[in-house]
Nanobody, 126 residues
Framework: EVKLVESGGDLVQPGGSLRLSCTAS????????MYWIRQAPGTGLEWVAH????????GYPDSAQGRFTVSRDNAKNLLTLQMNALNPEDTAMYYC???????????????????RGQGTQVTVSS
């Protein structure tokens, strides 16, 4: 059974940090590009970060560049997202997703990914 399980979401004050994790099982993790995607209430999906199969390439939108860092440990089937300098606009459900494609930065729906998790909630508020 394929599973992607996110964890680490929490309520944090503006300017704070969080580290999200995504544990993968049931598929060959290092064959897949991994993505972090978020969705705020009433809005569409937003790409947050993605990382190549070997971790050599990492991509971010302007909104995350310099604040967020994606990493992966293929030996542990683990994807992480370190988020710093959080602001209320970062409030969203955060999903990890897997794809053999490297270009899914603007997904209309999570179903475009081969696998996806159930999400972890990040709330940034004072």
């Amino acid at each position: 059974e394929v599973k992607l399980v996110e964890s680490g979401g929490d309520l944090v004050q503006p300017g704070g940090s969080l580290r999200l994790s995504c544990t993968a099982s049931g598929f060959t993790f290092n064959d897949y590009w991994m993505y972090w995607i978020r969705q705020a209430p009433g809005t569409g999906l937003e790409w947050v970060a993605h990382i190549s199969t070997d971790g050599a390439y990492k991509g971010y939108p302007d909104s995350a560049q310099g604040r967020f860092t994606v990493s992966r440990d293929n030996a542990k089937n683990l994807l992480t997202l370190q988020m710093n300098a959080l602001n209320p606009e970062d409030t969203a459900m955060y999903y990890c997703a897997a794809s053999r494609q490297s270009w899914l930065m603007y997904p209309a729906d999570l179903s475009v990914f081969d696998y996806r998790g159930q999400g972890t909630q990040v709330t940034v508020s004072s």
